[in-house]
């Protein structure tokens, strides 16, 4: 009896793809997704321009809105943005179709590039969390500085972006790659 339902699921599933599956377009790259697909309103009116005491402009991304109005919200505890949340943030505006010619996509994708260059601490990994005054959390449990998932995923979506990032702004790519390097380092230092 637990291999028919099996079955029965798988069918269900493979049935739902057949329906649901559309023709990727030959036009666009691989990792392009069709923006007719994605609304990224509500992305929009999380991200937030940030200034870092080094100087640099860069944005974040609320990591919480509170029904009905949808407010942003921060934690007093952790911050209000975060490296991952941010992280996930430039994979879908750099996925967007409209990343390609569309300045103000790029311009959103480059400063949130720009949060999780800044995040990066001197030993390599990366602090997770910003406060509301635009001080890294560098002593939270869920944004230490060490080998740890938000690291891992500021190296993805970096080494995920550079190519992309260089053919719109090589300084910035530069930087990426810098950053890319000093955590391979420290990586294959603690972990190797």
Request: hydrophobic share 40%; proline share 3%; with cysteine.
């Amino acid at each position: 009896m637990k291999k028919e339902i099996q079955l029965a699921l798988c069918l269900c599933a493979i049935s739902c793809m057949a329906v649901t599956c559309k023709k990727q377009s030959t036009n666009n790259p691989p990792h392009v997704i069709d923006s007719s697909l994605v609304n990224t309103s509500h992305l929009d009116y999380l991200y937030i321009p940030v200034t870092f005491s080094t100087g640099t402009n860069a944005a974040g991304v609320f990591i919480y809105s509170e029904a009905p109005d949808y407010h942003r919200v921060a934690d007093a505890d952790e911050g209000f943005t975060c490296v991952d949340d941010v992280a996930r943030a430039v994979q879908v505006y750099v996925r967007s179709s409209k990343f390609s010619s569309d300045t103000s996509v790029q311009n959103k994708t480059f400063n949130l590039i720009r949060f999780i260059l800044e995040m990066q601490s001197s030993n390599g990994y990366f602090y997770n969390f910003l406060f509301t005054n635009n001080t890294i959390n560098t002593n939270g449990a869920t944004s230490i500085n060490n080998a740890n998932w938000w690291s891992w995923r500021a190296l993805y979506t970096l080494s995920e972006t550079a190519p992309l990032v260089r053919t719109k702004d090589s300084q910035l790519a530069d930087k990426i790659d810098a950053a890319i390097a000093k955590l391979i380092v420290t990586i294959k230092t603690d972990l190797v």
